[in-house]
């Protein structure tokens, strides 16, 4: 029986995906290449320092870990710019229903995100205060597919893994979830997110109560 409700946040909660695009492509292009929307698929759900190794791979860059880590800073600080202006306006469609679905139902709900600017973004949102539990890029050390972010995300609720639900947006994600041994909803299609165990486009109009009858 599902007892919690294990949110990512990118792509589920805001859609910033395009913020990460527009930040990681100015670093690559201040590197001397270029990357495009299909390469930034392969990027989500997984950590910024993950994420510029691939990036540098990509462009054939080789850098040392100093100059590493002003990179991940100086891709956060044009990230942050962006969030900085991010309003009530920019929650996806359905998310503020479900919550209190979740809430209705006396169900728990954590945070499980590998971005560390997660408390932030929420604030600007004005979610904060709606979630038992954040587990975010702060608190683990390992990206997605690893399980480590939910698993955290099930302990921080006092629930057993199996008790959990993910919402994903990301393929690697719903392997992670399913690596945790919970089942995932996938926010995307059958053809980009086959291996989650049910597809919405989001979550307007949806009962939560239906989805979790479909899913038991």
């Known amino acids: 029986m599902i007892k919690g409700i294990l949110f990512d946040l990118d792509g589920v909660i805001v859609d910033t995906a395009v913020y990460h695009y ?9 590197l001397g290449f270029d990357i495009d929307e299909e390469f930034n698929e392969t990027l989500k ?11 540098l791979e990509k462009g054939g860059v080789t850098l040392s870990k100093e100059e590493i880590l002003k990179l991940a800073t100086k891709k956060n600080e044009w990230y942050l710019e962006m969030v900085e202006k991010m ?3 920019e929650i996806l469609p359905g998310i503020e229903t479900v919550i209190g679905q979740i809430k209705d139902l006396g169900l728990k709900m954590s945070l499980g995100s ?4 997660s408390p932030a973004i929420l604030n600007k949102i004005g979610l904060m205060d709606k979630f038992d539990a954040i587990v975010d890029g702060n608190s683990v050390t390992k990206s997605k597919p690893d399980p480590e972010v939910f698993i955290k995300g ?3 609720l006092g629930l057993k893994n199996e008790e959990c639900l993910v919402i994903e ?6 392997e992670a979830a399913h690596a945790a041994g919970m089942k995932a909803i996938g926010i995307g299609s059958k053809e980009n997110l086959p291996n989650a165990d049910m597809n919405l486009s989001s979550f307007e109009g949806e009962s939560l109560n239906d989805i979790l009858k479909a899913l038991a």
């Open 114 to 117: 590998a971005s560390k600017n």
């Open 45 to 55: 759900g997984i950590s910024r320092m993950d994420s510029i190794d691939r990036i």
């Open 154 to 156: 099930a302990e921080a």
């Open 87 to 89: 309003t009530t306006d």
């Open 169 to 174: 947006d990301a393929f690697a994600g719903i």
């Open 22 to 30: 527009s930040a990681w492509r100015r670093m690559a292009n201040e």
